[in-house]
Nanobody, 113 residues
Framework: QVQLVEYGGGLVQLGDSLRLSCVAP????????MAWYRQASGKRREAVASIQPEGTAYYAPFVEGRFTISTDKNKNTVDLQMDSLKPEDTAVYYCNVPGTGSWGQGTQVTVSS
C-alpha cells in the first residue's frame, strides 16, 4: 500500500477557498488514477472527484463547477482546489489510490456560515 498524506484543511467561511494536497510517494500518475473522497460526521464516505492518467477529471454533482482536481508530477501530489465553499462541504477529506486500498489519514475541512 501507498502511504498517502493529506494536508491543507482548515476552518474557513462561506464562500472562501481552500487547496488540499495529497502526497503520493511512488505513485505513477501516468498510469494510475487518483481520487478524493470526503466523510461528514455521521455520514458515509462519498466520492468527490477523480482524475485519470490522461487528465480527464470527474466530479460529484454537488462539487461540479466549484472544485478542481489536478496532479503535480514534479511534487507527486494530487490536489483539490475548492472554491465557493459551503457549510455542507464540511467533512474530513481523504485521498485515495483506486484499486489499491490505500487511504490517507484525512484532513478536516470546516466551513462556517
Amino acid at each position: 500500500q501507498v502511504q498517502l498524506v493529506e494536508y491543507g484543511g482548515g476552518l474557513v467561511q462561506l464562500g472562501d477557498s481552500l487547496r488540499l494536497s495529497c502526497v503520493a510517494p511512488g505513485v505513477d500518475f501516468n498510469s494510475q488514477s487518483m481520487a478524493w473522497y470526503r466523510q461528514a460526521s455521521g455520514k458515509r464516505r462519498e466520492a468527490v472527484a477523480s482524475i485519470q492518467p490522461e487528465g480527464t477529471a470527474y466530479y460529484a454533482p454537488f462539487v461540479e463547477g466549484r472544485f478542481t482536481i489536478s496532479t503535480d508530477k514534479n511534487k507527486n501530489t494530487v490536489d483539490l482546489q475548492m472554491d465557493s465553499l459551503k457549510p455542507e462541504d464540511t467533512a474530513v477529506y481523504y485521498c485515495n489510490v483506486p484499486g489499491t486500498g490505500s487511504w490517507g489519514q484525512g484532513t478536516q475541512v470546516t466551513v462556517s456560515s
